[in-house]
């Protein structure tokens, strides 16, 4: 919902002030649409109906995988793609992730939302949106910038929505915002921002050199720079920051990549999270990757291979011996395409998949 409109809307009606607020109140609660806002006069509520649309999305599809996490697409009034999935563990947690752009201008090799056409950023209407969708099913609790598109290329909407969330039900405390490690959104974050927000790097690789190979922003804010802005969140609020390391298999999982890792990040500041390599297969998802020519694909028609499994616990056990804590992501929702780096705007095997609800 575009709360601005609203505000507008019920002002040019000469309504009193508190009925955005209340209008505001039973939509971040997870009320179905205008009709059921039963403190609000009837009159109003069809009024709203028709001037205020009640989300700035459509839903174009759904699927919820055999893990029970929800992957949902929605289109933005423009036409454009986001995607946005919803989690549900088995300890009760619910957590949402959520994009930050249709799409992602960067091109990490190892994402499939880098390989699809860029739309544009999303505004911070439509990043809650995402949240109110899921809502509406369901209590949740967490939420990361972790869908498409890259949270500090589009710094002003996020932090928008995030100050919305907490009224959805997800504190500051349990939202995290995911980065590349774009310097100049990544500054103004550690200098501007007093919410206790989580701050996750996307590292996936201990050197300069194979970050580049791999993630061309590398070439542009190298890792130096972008660890020791991070290590300067560390000091200003005592809270780690989270690094996402995909593990690719021959590529950056070694026991010396692992030492050398830790030499980078020391014990203090950060926790590492290892996750499985999700494919997608770049010849499958439309014409994907047939933006990048000349790459090599595996016999699965992806770029890389994961990690096998003694492979990812030999790099973990190098950390832990090293005293970097560690975690390797338990994996959601791949069998609908909703995992990490596979959100492409592409449904395609609707194999072992449900529509939600049947
Ligand atoms: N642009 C931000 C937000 C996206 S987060 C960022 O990169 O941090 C999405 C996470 O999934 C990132 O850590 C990304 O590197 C990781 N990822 C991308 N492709 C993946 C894949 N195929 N398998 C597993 N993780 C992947």
Known sequence: MDLALLEETLRARGEPAFRARQVWEWTARGAPGYADMTNLPRG??????????????????????????????????????????????????????????SGCPLTCTFCATGSMAFGRNLTASEIVDQALHFRR??????????????????????LGAVRNLPDVGITHRRTTISTVGWLPGLRRFVDEVDKPIRLALSLHAPDDELRSRIMAVNDRYPIADVVAECRRHVDATNRRVFVEYVMLAGVNDSPEQARALAELLGRDHFKVNLIPYNPWAASAGGDAAGARPNTPRTAAGGLYDGSPRERISAFRHELERARVPVTVRLTRGRDIEAACGQLAAAPRSRRDTQPVGA
Request: overall charge negative.
């Open 137 to 158: 099913l369901t209590a949740v609790d967490h939420c990361v910038f972790m869908g498409m598109g890259e949270p500090m290329l589009n710094l002003d909407e996020v």
């Open 44 to 101: 109003l509520r069809t009024e709203l109906e028709a001037a205020v649309p009640f989300s700035t999305l459509t839903v174009e599809a759904e699927r919820e995988s055999r893990d029970g996490t929800v992957k949902t697409l929605f289109r933005t009034e423009d036409g454009h793609p986001v995607e946005a999935v919803l989690m549900r563990y088995r300890d009760g947690r619910r957590s949402l992730c959520v994009s930050s752009q």
